[in-house]
């Protein structure tokens, strides 16, 4: 979906959107369009009981001969506006017109009593749209025609559009990350495979990302002994994928071009290998690569807004299977880091991939923090359901910049505890540790796991995002299915603190 921005100026025609705030008080174009219709907006809006909270709206279907239709939305409180209430705006807007004409023009003027100018309000506007248009579609071959969206652009109204257009350019950048992630979470696991993720991943060498990819032979040189013997089951060879986006120029400090550094968990499927799951919905288990996923597509973000910021994003690949060659039960591994670990369970995979994949991070690149994403146990849905991730850390203030720049673009996180008492849960009689803790707080225990291959010194945060990485249901900026959380996260987290001025 394309989305533009002009001055405002009352469209003759078309389709046209224009807003009000609480209380019902309509914008000026409103009011000027409903000078233009007699008072049918108004009306309309009286009969309905529109009080102009965020989230109600009033739709004419044909006003009049010349407009196609006539939406008012609520803005809710002036004083409450911010950047996510314009986003979700626009969502909605998208949403409720999706299925008409093939554009549609919305009207913003700059709202009496806001914090926010009229541009940032259409830039948060157009991305929120834009964000809510994704759909996942390319295998549907028999939709009916109705079924199919057909707006294929917002044209957005405000005051001072020169700059909200600017603003936006960055936003559709970061948009593109969030679909390249949606889309890779999306993907079935026939299609999408360590192989095939890497060659993903590889595309972003055009927005000038390095990209490395290592096969099975040079991990097993890197002695990833843990990752390996997850992808040992399956036909697919393992893959771990390095990303270096270099923003910050040579001519800098050492310390200015330390990178930060992102670390994903890209099991492509999940079977749980020998300690196999069961069968009914074990078809999530396509999107268990969805913190590689989040990698990807942050690394797309940071890339395409070109970022002042050295980072790196590493992503390890494997698909978890059950062959004869798949790893046991009470297997013993060797990680790169030179601890061993007694596999106890198949399908506590997600760990022993991460436990390479971060302790290659931290020897090759000594970052300024890692944050690492997996969608690593069922038992953070059990705690937070799917509306926060589960936050680990290791150091407080990283901890509150991602908390805070969650709350900023509603990417939710909860703070979890680590702690002596847990860590011991995984302590081993025949290995350094084991692979699970037993059965309570265990996603607690799997962050412990991972803790035991972060180097002293290193900040620190994992986000267990089994609960928040797919969706049942759709939200203002979010359709249903692969959400993309993290991908603005983290985006939002490196603009507020990581970029060079
Ligand atoms: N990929 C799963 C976790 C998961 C579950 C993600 C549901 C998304 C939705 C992970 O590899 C797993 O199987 N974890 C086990 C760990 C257990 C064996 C200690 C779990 O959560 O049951
Ligand atoms: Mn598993
Ligand atoms: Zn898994």
């Not at 309905?48 to 965020?54: I, L, N, V």
């Not at 109705?146 to 700059?163: N, Y």
Request: charged share 25%; glycine share 12%; hydrophobic share 40%.
């Amino acid at each position: 979906m394309k989305i533009t921005f002009a001055n405002p100026s009352l469209p003759a025609q078309g389709i046209v959107v224009v807003t009000a705030t609480d209380g019902g008080k309509l914008s000026k174009s409103a009011e000027a369009l409903d000078a233009k219709l007699s008072g049918a907006l108004s009306r309309a809006a009286k009969a309905g009981k529109f009080t102009g909270k965020a989230g109600e709206t009033v739709d004419l279907m044909a006003p009049d001969a010349k407009y196609e239709r006539v939406v008012m939305i609520g803005l809710g409180k002036a004083a409450d506006l911010k950047d996510l209430s314009l986003q979700e705006a626009g969502g909605r807007i998208y949403a409720a017109l999706a299925g008409q004409g093939a554009s549609a023009t919305v009207v913003l003027d700059a709202v009496e009593g806001a914090d926010m100018t009229a541009s940032d309000m259409g830039a948060n506007l157009g991305f929120g749209a834009l964000l809510r248009s994704y759909r996942f579609d390319k295998y549907l071959t028999k939709e009916p025609k109705e079924k199919k969206p057909v707006l294929k652009g917002i044209k957005v109204m405000c005051p001072t559009s020169a700059k909200a257009r600017t603003a936006f350019a960055d936003m559709e950048k970061v948009a593109e990350g969030v679909f390249f992630t949606r889309d890779l979470v999306s993907e079935p696991s026939n299609v999408l495979y360590p192989a095939t993720l890497a060659k993903e991943a590889q595309a972003l060498k055009k927005l000038g990302v390095k990209v490395t990819v290592l096969g099975e032979k040079e991990m097993k040189k890197l002695g990833m002994g843990a990752l390996l013997g997850v992808g040992q089951g399956s036909a697919r060879e393992s893959k771990m994928v390095i990303m270096e986006w270099t923003g910050v120029a040579k001519s800098k400090s050492a310390k200015a071009q330390q990178p930060v550094a992102f670390v994903g968990k890209g099991v492509t499927f999940d079977t749980g290998g020998i300690s196999i799951k069961p069968a009914g919905g074990m078809e999530d288990m396509k999107w268990d690569m969805g913190g590689s996923g989040v990698v990807i597509g942050l690394m797309k973000a940071l890339a395409g807004r070109k970022a002042k910021v050295n980072a790196v994003g590493v992503v390890g690949l494997v698909e978890n299977m059950p062959d004869g060659n798949a790893q046991r039960p009470g297997d013993i591994v060797k990680s790169m880091s030179g601890q061993t670990i007694e596999v106890l369970n198949t399908d506590a995979e997600g760990r022993l991939v991460l436990a390479d994949a971060l302790w290659y991070t931290q020897t090759k690149y000594k970052p300024k923090f890692v944050v690492d994403l997996a969608t690593l146990t069922g038992a953070i849905i059990v705690a937070l359901g799917n509306e926060r991730a589960g936050m680990y850390a290791n150091d407080d203030t990283l901890a509150e910049q991602i908390s805070d720049a969650g709350d900023a673009v509603d990417e939710l996180v909860w703070r979890m505890p680590l702690g002596k008492a847990y860590d011991e849960l995984i302590n081993c009689d025949a290995a350094d540790m084991q692979n699970i803790g037993g059965r309570w707080g265990g996603s607690i225990t799997a962050a412990q796991f991972l803790q035991r291959f972060i180097k002293d010194g290193t900040p620190w945060v994992h986000l267990d995002i089994a609960g928040t990485t797919w969706s049942k249901k759709a939200k203002p900026v979010t359709p249903k299915g692969g959400t993309g959380y993290g991908v603005r996260l983290l985006d939002r987290v490196v603009a507020d603190h990581y970029e060079s001025k």
